[in-house]
Nanobody
Framework: LQLQAFGGGLVQAGESLRLSCVAS????????MGWYRQDPGETRELVAV???????TYKDSVRGRFTISRDNAKKMVFLQMNSLEPEDTAVYYC????????????????WGQGTLVTVSS
């Protein structure tokens, strides 16, 4: 079971980026998928998560600028980031919680590799 994230890059303030993450493996369901970010020397923080039934949670500073979405059939989660600010610069990590596989194995949490987002002023 793996998560692969992609879509990071270098943009200027005010521009947009779209992050994507795909879960691979014989997965039946993923209860929650989402994105966290981490600056060097800082703790990892929630950016946006979405449950399988569509409930969304956002970090206050990104609400209204970022939009999370999922494709449950493809086991993918996306983060559309608009009006990016230099403060959004961080390594962004894909996360999945409460995963059930086709052979009924259960995982509490899986992390993907990070993807770097750099926003220049």
């Amino acid at each position: 079971l793996q998560l692969q994230a992609f879509g990071g890059g270098l943009v200027q303030a005010g521009e947009s980026l779209r992050l994507s993450c795909v879960a691979s493996g014989i997965i039946f369901t993923i209860n929650e998928m989402g994105w966290y970010r981490q600056d060097p020397g800082e703790t990892r923080e929630l950016v946006a998560v979405m449950t399988i039934d569509g409930s969304e949670t956002y970090k206050d500073s990104v609400r209204g600028r970022f939009t999370i979405s999922r494709d449950n059939a493809k086991k993918m989660v996306f983060l559309q980031m608009n009006s990016l600010e230099p403060e959004d610069t961080a390594v962004y990590y894909c996360n999945a919680k409460r995963i059930t596989t086709m052979n009924n194995h259960r995982y509490l949490e899986v992390w993907g590799q990070g993807t770097l987002v750099t926003v220049s002023s």
